[in-house]
Protein backbone atom coordinates (compact mmCIF):
# COMPACT_ATOMS: atom_id res chain seq x y z
CA UNK A 1 0.00 0.00 0.00
CA UNK A 2 1.26 3.36 -0.70
CA UNK A 3 1.72 5.93 1.46
CA UNK A 4 0.37 8.92 -0.54
CA UNK A 5 -3.98 9.36 -1.11
CA UNK A 6 -6.09 11.08 -3.06
CA UNK A 7 -9.29 13.40 -1.68
CA UNK A 8 -12.00 14.23 -3.66
CA UNK A 9 -14.20 16.88 -3.08
CA UNK A 10 -16.44 18.77 -4.94
CA UNK A 11 -16.93 22.82 -5.15
CA UNK A 12 -20.50 24.99 -6.06
CA UNK A 13 -17.85 27.10 -8.43
CA UNK A 14 -14.37 26.12 -10.45
CA UNK A 15 -13.68 29.77 -9.09
CA UNK A 16 -13.89 28.31 -5.69
CA UNK A 17 -11.81 24.96 -6.72
CA UNK A 18 -9.53 27.25 -7.96
CA UNK A 19 -8.56 29.29 -4.39
CA UNK A 20 -8.99 26.27 -2.76
CA UNK A 21 -6.48 24.13 -4.74
CA UNK A 22 -4.03 26.93 -4.94
CA UNK A 23 -4.09 27.58 -1.02
CA UNK A 24 -3.67 23.92 -0.48
CA UNK A 25 -1.19 23.48 -2.40
CA UNK A 26 1.11 26.80 -1.15
CA UNK A 27 0.30 25.68 2.29
CA UNK A 28 1.75 21.98 1.47
CA UNK A 29 -1.43 20.43 2.33
CA UNK A 30 -1.35 18.86 -1.32
CA UNK A 31 1.04 18.42 -3.75
CA UNK A 32 -1.21 18.89 -6.48
CA UNK A 33 -5.07 19.57 -7.51
CA UNK A 34 -6.86 17.83 -10.82
CA UNK A 35 -9.99 20.34 -11.19
CA UNK A 36 -12.85 18.38 -13.19
CA UNK A 37 -14.73 18.96 -15.51
CA UNK A 38 -18.65 20.27 -13.83
CA UNK A 39 -20.72 17.17 -13.04
CA UNK A 40 -24.46 17.19 -11.89
CA UNK A 41 -25.01 16.14 -8.31
CA UNK A 42 -27.91 14.70 -6.43
CA UNK A 43 -28.28 14.69 -3.26
CA UNK A 44 -31.20 14.95 -0.66
CA UNK A 45 -30.25 18.46 1.63
CA UNK A 46 -32.41 19.36 4.61
CA UNK A 47 -35.64 17.07 3.70
CA UNK A 48 -35.75 17.62 -0.15
CA UNK A 49 -33.34 16.42 -3.49
CA UNK A 50 -31.26 18.54 -4.58
CA UNK A 51 -30.02 18.83 -8.07
CA UNK A 52 -27.10 21.30 -8.86
CA UNK A 53 -23.64 21.49 -11.46
CA UNK A 54 -20.57 21.11 -8.67
CA UNK A 55 -17.30 21.16 -9.63
CA UNK A 56 -15.22 18.19 -7.90
CA UNK A 57 -11.31 17.69 -7.42
CA UNK A 58 -8.74 15.67 -6.94
CA UNK A 59 -6.24 16.13 -4.00
CA UNK A 60 -2.78 14.04 -4.16
CA UNK A 61 -1.56 14.60 -0.70
CA UNK A 62 0.78 12.17 2.05
CA UNK A 63 -1.16 9.87 4.00
CA UNK A 64 -0.37 11.35 6.91
CA UNK A 65 -1.79 14.86 5.63
CA UNK A 66 -5.19 13.73 4.92
CA UNK A 67 -6.81 15.27 7.70
CA UNK A 68 -5.30 18.43 7.89
CA UNK A 69 -6.28 18.82 4.13
CA UNK A 70 -9.50 17.96 4.71
CA UNK A 71 -10.02 20.08 8.17
CA UNK A 72 -8.51 23.39 6.30
CA UNK A 73 -10.52 22.34 2.60
CA UNK A 74 -14.07 22.72 5.29
CA UNK A 75 -12.46 25.89 6.82
CA UNK A 76 -12.24 27.66 3.17
CA UNK A 77 -15.64 25.94 1.61
CA UNK A 78 -18.52 27.40 1.20
CA UNK A 79 -20.78 24.48 2.21
CA UNK A 80 -22.03 23.72 5.26
CA UNK A 81 -20.49 20.09 4.81
CA UNK A 82 -18.32 19.95 2.00
CA UNK A 83 -18.03 17.02 0.70
CA UNK A 84 -14.19 15.67 1.46
CA UNK A 85 -13.10 11.94 1.47
CA UNK A 86 -10.02 10.07 1.12
CA UNK A 87 -9.26 7.31 -1.39
CA UNK A 88 -6.34 5.08 -0.41
CA UNK A 89 -3.44 4.42 -3.53
CA UNK A 90 -2.92 0.96 -3.74
CA UNK A 91 0.24 1.21 -5.80
CA UNK A 92 2.15 4.43 -7.44
CA UNK A 93 4.89 5.61 -9.67
CA UNK A 94 7.56 5.20 -6.64
CA UNK A 95 8.88 8.69 -8.43
CA UNK A 96 5.83 10.55 -8.28
CA UNK A 97 4.93 8.99 -4.87
CA UNK A 98 8.68 10.67 -3.84
CA UNK A 99 7.40 13.82 -5.52
CA UNK A 100 4.08 13.97 -3.64
CA UNK A 101 5.76 13.15 0.03
CA UNK A 102 8.19 15.68 -1.46
CA UNK A 103 5.89 18.66 -1.84
CA UNK A 104 3.64 17.91 1.19
CA UNK A 105 6.62 17.62 3.82
CA UNK A 106 7.02 20.86 5.94
CA UNK A 107 9.91 23.13 5.49
CA UNK A 108 11.97 21.61 7.99
CA UNK A 109 11.94 18.38 6.45
CA UNK A 110 13.53 19.30 3.03
Known amino acids: ?4 VTVYATFASEEEALRIARTLIEERLAACANLLAPCRSLYRWE ?25 RLAELHSY ?4 AVVW ?23
Request: zero cysteines; a negative charge.
Open 1 to 4: MSDI
Open 88 to 110: PIGDAHPPYEQWVRDETASQTQR
Open 47 to 71: GKIEDAAEHPALFKTAADKAQALIT
Open 80 to 83: DVPA
